[in-house]
């Protein structure tokens, strides 16, 4: 007599082929079903959040390669003259620069539920300027911990709470010269060490700040040269590259789990050219890319790198990811992401794509489909 057997039992290649078929929401649901199909189907990676038209909004995985809606609620809450400063465990910031007292917050685009910054301390100051929004996992309307980019003509402070709204408050990052502002933030939670919160800042001159937050409050220290006042581009950068650094404008820091921690940046005005200090010359071409990882016991301490130790990251309005690939870390990787690239979109036109290390060039990743703007990238909580 043949024995029976259970729907666990089902061959694993069925499993994955008939997930590609589904939509996200039941692709995610499906693998939870029990341990041997979570096995058989593979993680969905990253995705790029992209508005279709003035009311419809989709997400585009990378891999594999479905797609699906958004919550309708999304198109009030993200309308044609909003913008996403930031995303990341599932939901996006957003923010109203005309009905911003109503509309500035986090949402989940999947299901609309939305968590407003409804003490955010700005609101009756309309010519403020935020950049970016980075926050913690899991957040509830009346506990999480988040991190604006803030300023008037350029963002020079850090605005942030560790209580939900009750706890806003504003830190000045310090060491930044008369031009600098802040480029871009990080929030990053320590593992082994009590999950200590940070949020770890670059500016534009490649100088890099910690704030470390408290439910008391929060406290800025640099990186590295803790003991200078003034910011040391010697210190941190060889040639040509304390010089070079001036003309990216783009600058995006990425934070990794086992420590390691990247600059990357990126000329995204024009081909730009002039003379190097110790003789010779530079030539920066449009949307040149450079790589430099951090080592705390070097100086200069930015070192230019060829490969992210086979990792893809995922840089610009999201809070900035690091993943493993296929063959990266023992198996435990993003299948169909390419190894030692960087995903980043593009202004004009709102597309994304994909730099590659090895050839030194950048190429859309989502390839024939015209009609969409780019928002930012998405990961799932």
Not at 51 to 56: A, G, I, M
Not at 271 to 289: A, F, S
Request: hydrophobic content about 40%; aromatic content about 10%.
């Amino acid at each position: 007599m043949a024995s029976s057997r259970g729907w666990g039992d089902l061959p694993p290649d069925l499993l994955a082929l008939i997930a590609d078929g589904l939509t996200i929401k039941a692709y995610t649901r499906v693998r939870a079903v029990c341990t041997a199909w979570r096995a058989a189907i593979r993680a969905a990676s990253p995705s790029l959040l992209v508005r279709l038209d003035w009311n419809r909004h989709d997400a585009w995985f990378l891999s594999p390669r479905i797609s699906t809606a958004l919550h309708e609620r999304l198109a009030t809450l993200l309308p044609d003259r909003s913008v996403c400063l930031g995303s990341g465990h599932g939901w996006v910031a957003v923010h109203d620069p005309i009905f911003y007292e109503l509309q500035f917050g986090l949402v989940d685009p999947l299901t609309g539920v939305d968590i407003p910054f409804s003490s955010f301390p700005h609101f009756a100051e309309h010519k403020l300027r935020v950049s970016k929004v980075v926050f913690a996992p899991h957040p509830t309307p009346t506990d999480f911990t988040a991190a604006a980019i803030t300023g008037h003509d350029e963002g020079r402070v850090i605005t942030y709470t560790a209580q939900g709204n009750s706890g806003w408050a504003d830190a000045g990052c310090p060491r930044l010269g008369d031009r600098d502002s802040i480029a871009d933030v990080v929030y990053h939670e320590e593992r082994g060490g009590g999950g200590e919160r940070a949020v770890y800042c670059l500016a534009t001159s490649g100088d890099v700040h910690v704030l470390r937050l408290h439910d008391a409050g929060g406290a800025f220290e640099p990186l590295f040269d803790r003991g200078n006042a003034a910011f040391d581009a010697a210190a941190a950068f060889a040639p040509p590259y304390d010089t070079i650094r001036h003309c990216t404008n783009a600058k995006n820091l990425v934070v990794c789990d086992d420590g390691d921690m990247y600059q990357i940046w990126r000329n995204n005005t024009c081909t730009r050219m002039g003379p190097l200090p110790g003789g010779g010359e530079y030539r920066v071409e449009y949307n040149q890319m450079f790589v430099l990882r951090y080592h705390p016991r070097r100086r200069p301490c930015w070192v230019p790198v060829e490969d992210l130790g086979g990792r893809s990251v995922f840089v610009g309005k999201n809070n900035s990811v690091a993943l493993r690939v296929d063959g990266g870390g023992g198996g435990g990787g993003v299948p169909g992401l390419r190894a030692n690239c960087v995903y980043w979109t593009d202004i004009c036109p709102a597309r994304a794509k994909v730099f590659d290390m090895v050839s030194g060039k950048s190429t859309l990743c989502f390839h024939g489909v015209e009609d969409h703007r780019a928002i930012c990238w998405y990961f799932l909580a």
